[in-house]
């Protein structure tokens, strides 16, 4: 484990990831002027990440292109951990405790590239070199809710409700198939509730 902590909210678009990560700096950053933190997202900005999102926002199918995608999300991984994550976490010191903050992660891939029907278990082994968090919190929620949540979104692909369904089940076996520190969390709770949950878990850890 690389110095500093790393902490990755996961789970289906609509559960508030995005939100949950802004409150989560501004905690941290008011709570010890110690912590420096770095918020980041996968897929990231890259040429790989920018490839994913490009592929996600034109085909229909929600099964083409598994393989496809798991290539560009391993690299982009790679990437992302190199560059940006990895980095910052080694700057951790006496004085300055460096956190990462992640939208998404290793978690999302094996998830929705099981739902596209490759084996879990080869996804499971292309990612378990990978970098492990401290902790991961997945936010669970069903997808009718989801989809009420993200209407006003452009649809893509994963935006399903038969392979949402499929998704969420896949995204509650992770607990019982990895050996990371995961925490499942009801997202259908006001967003403050939730907070507070993943707070009182992160405290934990600082």
Known sequence: MANGIFIVLDGMDGSGKSELVKLLHNYLFSKNKKYRILTTREPTNGTYGNEIREILANEKDPKQNADKLLDLFIKDREDHLKNIIMPFLEKSNNSEINIVLCDRYYYSTI??????????????????????????????????????????????????????????????????????????????KEINEVFEEIKKEIIKLL
Not at 114 to 143: C, E, S
Not at 148 to 174: A, G, Y
């Open 111 to 188: 998830a929705f590239q099981a739902t596209q029907g490759l084996d879990i278990n080869m996804l499971i082994q292309k990612n378990k070199n990978f970098l492990k968090p401290n902790i991961v919190f997945i936010m669970d929620l069903n997808p009718e809710t989801a989809l009420e949540r993200i209407k006003h979104r452009q649809k893509e692909k994963f935006e399903q409700i038969e392979f949402m369904n499929s998704l969420r089940k896949k995204f509650l076996e992770l607990p019982k198939l990895l050996e990371d520190n995961i925490k499942i969390i009801d997202a259908s």
